[in-house]
């Protein structure tokens, strides 16, 4: 007798189809190629031809060559000043931005007790400490406020510049004003050592220069270098206040992305301990070219250095007085950092 086929009943079609939908859907859903790539602005404020601005080029070129992002970029400064790009990235209208020492204690002002006068003995000292005692701390200070710490920066020592003559010792100031800019670190250190200060923009500054409305200012290396050209006689190395930086994303707009975006941002930028000897270097070709210029920098002996710690230690007092626990919190950590990066170091020549 033939055998004769069944054929499928409608039932039976329609449970192979809807198989065949939900298939398709979730292989859909599940693929990274048809995934979206995360939108996203940058914001900084970065010098062309400077160590920095290097390293957000490289930080540019590997994530355009990523498909899994599609970002915006501004990095001259062209969303505003460090206050606008802090409230941006909170609102999540901006959703990387870079922010200095200064910029940062704005926004958390606990953070000055890290910046305070004389801190650190040594940049060694002060890695060692952001690393493995603050680094922790600080991002979750920031992520309480909406901000993801995707990186630390570095600067490195703050110097003191003049018009007219050198100061390597606080005696030296006599009646001098110097220009700084709005922070509680650097007015405390100034009151401290017996300076006048006059606070002033960036656009002012080298028109008080000129007109002796001031007589020099607190800064760093490259920032004498690139604004300050032909304008000032001397530089001092106080190596008294350490300037750091951070790289910040908004935290609800980084924890939305794949663990493969979160893990491809942070990779984008040059290591923390390379990109440390990159800006150190930098500093030191800097101070050489300034040199080239008949620009005079003078490094302190090791008894000048102590005359501005001693004649500075108020300024941290200021700083403690003004940030109260959270900022008693991080000074205790950094004791503790301090003391065992010396028991580590104890035996070094």
């Known amino acids: 007798m033939p055998l004769t086929k069944r054929r ?17 859907t979730l292989a859909i859903l599940t693929s990274p190629a048809l995934a979206e790539p995360l939108k996203g602005k940058v914001g900084v404020y970065s010098f062309p031809d400077t160590v920095w601005w290097d390293q957000w080029m490289g930080f540019q070129s590997e994530i355009e ?58 940049l060694e000292e002060a890695d060692f400490v952001l690393d493995n005692y603050l680094s922790k701390p600080i991002t979750q200070l920031f ?10 920066t570095d600067v490195g020592w703050g110097v003191l510049y003049t018009v007219e003559k050198p100061v390597l010792e606080p005696a030296d100031l006599g009646e001098m004003t110097l220009r700084i ?14 300076a006048d200060y006059a606070i002033l923009e960036v656009g002012e500054l080298i028109p008080g220069l000129q007109t002796g409305l001031v007589h020099g200012g607190l800064t760093n290396v ?47 930028y040059v290591e923390l301990p390379t990109m440390r000897r990159n800006v150190r270097a930098y500093v030191e070709q800097v101070v050489r070219e300034g040199e080239a210029k008949g620009l005079t920098y003078f490094d302190l002996t090791p008894a000048q250095r102590e005359l501005w710690k001693q004649a500075s230690s108020s ?9 109260g626990g959270e900022g008693a919190r991080l000074y205790d950590l950094i004791v503790q950092g301090k003391a065992a990066f010396a028991r580590e170091h104890a035996n070094d020549p």
Not at 182 to 190: H, K
Not at 227 to 244: H, T
């Open 315 to 323: 300024g941290l007092q200021r700083i403690l007085d003004d940030t």
């Open 181 to 194: 800019s709005p922070s509680i670190i650097l007015q405390s250190f100034v009151e401290s050592v017996g």
């Open 8 to 24: 499928p009943t409608v039932d039976t079609m329609n449970s192979i189809l809807k198989r065949t939908i939900l298939v398709l």
């Open 222 to 268: 490259v920032f004498v270098h690139n604004a300050l050209d032909g304008q000032v006689c001397c530089v001092s190395r106080l190596k008294g206040m350490y300037e750091m930086g951070v790289n910040f994303a908004n935290k609800q707009w980084f924890d939305s992305a794949t663990d493969e975006q979160r893990s491809a941002l942070v990779e984008a």
């Open 65 to 122: 060559a990523n498909p899994d992002f599609d970002f915006e970029w501004y990095l001259r400064g062209e969303l505003g000043s460090e206050q606008q790009l802090i409230t941006g990235a909170r609102r999540n209208r901006i959703q990387v931005i870079s922010i200095s020492s200064q910029g940062m204690t704005s926004l958390v002002p606990e953070m000055g007790v890290l910046l305070a006068p004389y801190m650190f003995d040594s």
């Open 143 to 152: 992520g309480e406020l909406g901000l993801q710490v995707v990186q630390f």
